[in-house]
């Protein structure tokens, strides 16, 4: 593969090399991992983020992967407008795999602390950043389809005793209008290789038991569920050749 100079951090990356620690550079056009291109393997629709339709439980209709076309980049500050709207969209609830805890809705809404922000996730990925005890390096990416957020997809690059138990390597969040639509599974799927180029050949993800919905999402991605560790489900999902 060709390697390019990766984009401005204000330009956006659709088609752009996303680099990450260990020299692995993934173009995910033409690699093939804009998510829904890889999904092959994570069968035919699924719900996101443990959302079922309307009326009753189980998983969404089925939906053909292919049609969907959305991609996994890097935090990019062009997205700003579409990530406050899709920020907001979550209310008070939980969002895996965001890495905002620490940065208040509100603030975010001025330019430069969003910038900040952006660059923040950018850069967790370094061995040296620094971060607060009990947390690991990890990769931030979001989940856009043209210039519409998504949601948030999060690599831990090793395990710790609490991931380890409960939150495993990769978590995720798509905003509650994109839900049922199959973004969470394809983008799952994605994310695979990104996580083998990071040196993990086996991926733990995890769902608490009563989510469904995320349950069929790593299941239909090939994970083999192990144990039930304080309420959450933990699955193995192997991450693929290099």
């Known amino acids: 593969m060709t390697r390019r100079e990766p984009p401005r951090r204000s330009e956006p990356i659709h088609n752009q090399p996303l680099e990450v620690p260990g020299g692995t550079t993934f173009n995910f056009v033409a690699d093939g991992i804009a998510a829904g291109s890889t999904a092959e393997n994570a069968g035919k629709g699924a719900d996101d983020d443990g959302d079922t339709p309307a009326g009753g439980g189980g998983p969404a209709p089925p939906l053909d992967y292919y049609l969907l076309m ?21 209310g008070d609830a939980r969002r895996d795999g965001g890495g905002a805890e620490d940065w208040p809705l509100g603030g975010l809404a001025d330019a430069r602390s969003f910038r900040r922000f952006v660059e923040a996730l950018r850069n967790d990925a370094l061995p040296e950043a620094p971060r607060k005890p009990g947390h690991v390096p990890c990769t931030y990416l979001w989940v856009v389809e043209g210039g519409t957020f998504l949601g948030s997809l ?8 609490f991931l380890l138990n409960e939150g495993g390597h990769i978590g995720y ?22 996580a083998r180029g990071l040196g993990i050949t086996r991926a733990l993800l995890t769902c608490d038991e009563t989510n469904t919905g995320s349950r069929a999402t790593i299941e239909r991605n090939g994970g083999l569920y192990e144990d039930t560790r304080n309420g959450r489900r933990r699955y193995w999902i192997e991450c693929g050749t290099q």
Do not use: K, M, Q, T
């Not at 959305?70 to 979550?90: M, N, R, T």
């Not at 999060?154 to 005793?161: G, K, M, P, V």
């Not at 209008?177 to 290789?193: C, V």
């Open 173 to 194: 969040s798509i905003r509650p209008s994109a839900r049922r639509r199959g973004y969470a599974a394809a983008a799952l799927a994605a994310a695979l290789p990104i």
């Open 70 to 90: 959305p991609l996994l980049i890097a935090p990019d500050v062009s997205y700003h407008a579409s990530w406050l709207e899709g920020s907001a969209e979550f």
């Open 154 to 161: 999060a690599i831990r690059h090793e395990l710790n005793d």
